[in-house]
């Protein structure tokens, strides 16, 4: 099946400019071809809805409704006046909802409207074409958003549905499984080609670089005040999964770090300014955990790591508080390969950058009185020792562990150290640096994921927004930073079982016990979406170039790749044509032209030869307007044809009552 072949399938309307005014005249849709694309559009619509504003959706759901409601019963198209009105209200609504209309979001959602609304107004083949073909983007515009495995599959099934579409437009006698048949024919020829494409076509990352549109992201945020991660946990969304190449680490040594905030002004927290290299300013050293990150898009910089990183590595820089950092937000799911040497002493050559030391020493002049003193009253004469007490007095505190703690007052820290001692991570880690800078020893609060949940089928973790954590760390002169985790006293299940060790109640929905089936269920998909993530979406540059050099392109440039993608292409080709003309010599197909050349010698004295490029469809048109006596034995000789010709290969009992009909055909006395 090739070119030729598929233009038989569809209407041959679709590859001209002009519809003559007497077949748009007579173009009615039957109920079958209606359903058809009606599910074709319907099905391209619904990957897109969690993209799409609430409006937006009203609307398409709307004007699907109306077209179904008026193609169900009979009726013609609205009355012209009607549309434009709607694609204004379309402007509007864009206009007022994102402020512009540039971008991947506004573009979505006016080709959404354009594809409802262009079924409305379907009059002849041309809008049948302008329908189908914006299905086709939309089913491409998909990916914009979404690259993950459910996505591909939906814009899949969608695809197949609108090339049965049009499949049911030009056969209308066709069987739904022969149309679903077919088109999953034209799909896999497509494939070996969009390999090709895939693996050799040089790598534009991201592919989808359009403008970026302001979008809303959940994750952590460059700075945290008491309750900012109790409100996260919440979320069961992931954050990014870790495939380690060995062992995995323990529970305790799973602190994934994220921004670090040095600055306070007596309520809120925030990142001290950063000054990025390529090489960390450590030498790793100690145990060595190498793995994958496969991190999700949150519109921020940073890239949770485990402590320390080596370096260098490529599209990341490290910061002096030993952050890892991306040049640009994280806009799309990225792949990141690190070795962590956990065990390496960082920030002994501290005491060269004063200034930082400084800003983890500062507070507000005045605020949280009581905790001033009770830093005084516990400060010894080392920083070890000082530390230790104030752990000490967390440990014998009482405090409680909770995602729901009271309100704070004015002077939040008082408040939860001396009056309601019931907080989450985020208040034991402000709180203890609070004192420990009170008694002048450098301490910052640190905030990331720690944890994670380690998937039984591939052993791979899966670090969710509900494993977001705070804690602190402390300098001291000859150990450098060192951190330190209060709530490990308080809760000390959270870090070794996770948040659903640590809390009775008041857990998300996924991690409470009775869920337990659907957590098994969502590993295997999760097992699988990973694969997916690291075979297809993470297939960037560096790995295409691995790719080109196995076929011994060592050096790369675009224009080898371009190379090696022609010439690949040119053998697919070569391919498809042999196997096109092995088909084509099959016993059965030459049975069946011979038969169909019989059949258009007999009309020939007539002057009803058939046209070397006139298609079997058009010359049933023809035949039956020159003999409308014959019109339907022509045409169910002509149409029977071309539904043996240009699907699958024919049954020979199929081929035989085709030929015998021609060889028996008789014309009827004109009147």
Known sequence: MGIKGLSAYLPNALFRNRV????????????????????????????????????????????????????????????????PPLVLAVAVGIRLDLGQFFGKTPGLIFLAALLCLKLLEIRNMRDI??????????????????????????????????????????????????????GA??????????????????????????????????????????????????????????????PLPAPADRYWRGPVLSQFDGRIWRMAARLPKELPAYTP????????????????HFVPTLDYPAGPVEGVRFSLDFQTLTQHPVSYRRQFTFSAFPDTEVGLQEYQYPAMLDLARRLPIEGNPRARALAAELKTRTPQQTVGRI?????????????????????????????????????????????????????????????????????????????????????????GWVRVDPTALVAPMRIEQGLEGALDRGLPFMLRPENAWFRKARDGWEAVAIRWNRLVIAYDGNRQRDLLKSFGLDVFSPSKALGVVSIATALLMVAFYGWAQLRRNDGRIDRLDKAWA????????????????????????????????????????????????????PLRAEVDALARIIDTFSFKPSV
């Open 129 to 182: 074409r302008v329908v189908v073909l914006l299905c086709f983007f939309l089913q491409f515009g998909l990916f914009f958003n979404d690259q993950s495995m459910s996505a591909a599959a939906l814009a899949l099934v969608a695809l197949l549905v609108t090339l049965g579409s049009q499949i049911a437009l030009a056969d209308p006698s066709s069987s739904t499984r022969e149309r679903l048949k077919t």
């Open 391 to 479: 752990l000490g007095w967390f440990s014998e505190g009482q405090f409680t562990y909770t995602l729901q703690p009271p309100k704070l007052g004015e002077d939040s820290i008082d408040s939860f150290l001396f009056d309601t001692r019931a907080g989450f991570c985020e208040h034991f880690a402000e709180a203890f640096v609070f004192l420990a800078r009170a008694a002048n020893i450098p301490a910052r609060v640190v905030t990331g994921y720690q944890g994670g949940h380690v998937n039984p089928i591939n052993g791979t973790i899966s670090v969710r927004q509900s494993d977001a954590h705070a804690w602190a760390e402390v300098w001291y002169a000859k150990r």
């Open 598 to 649: 019989r059949f258009s010698a007999r009309l020939a004295p007539l002057g009803l030869a058939r046209a070397p490029a006139e298609g079997p469809l058009d010359y049933a048109r023809r035949l039956a307007s020159s003999r409308p006596a014959d019109a339907d034995d022509l045409t169910l000789i002509c149409t029977r044809y071309a539904r043996l010709r240009y699907r699958l290969p």
């Open 285 to 300: 050293s100690g145990r060595r955990f190498d793995y994958r990150i496969m991190l999700e898009p949150h519109q921020k």
């Open 185 to 246: 024919a034209l799909l896999a020829l497509g494939v070996p080609f969009m390999l090709a494409l895939f693996l050799l076509f040089p790598r534009i990352p991201p592919l989808w670089g359009i403008p970026t549109d302001t979008v809303a992201s959940t994750g952590l945020s460059d700075s945290m005040s008491p309750g900012s991660i109790s409100e996260l946990i919440l979320s069961d969304e992931l954050a990014f999964a870790v495939e380690f190449d060995g």
């Open 20 to 83: 003559p005014a007497e077949r748009a005249a007579a173009l009615s849709l039957h109920r079958d071809q209606g359903v058809w694309l009606l599910a074709a559009a319907a099905l391209t619509l619904v990957p897109h809805l969690p993209q799409l504003p609430a409006w937006s959706i009203a609307l398409c759901t709307a004007l699907l409704i109306w077209r179904s409601w008026r193609f169900w019963h009979g009726k013609a198209a609205p009355p012209r006046w009607v549309l």
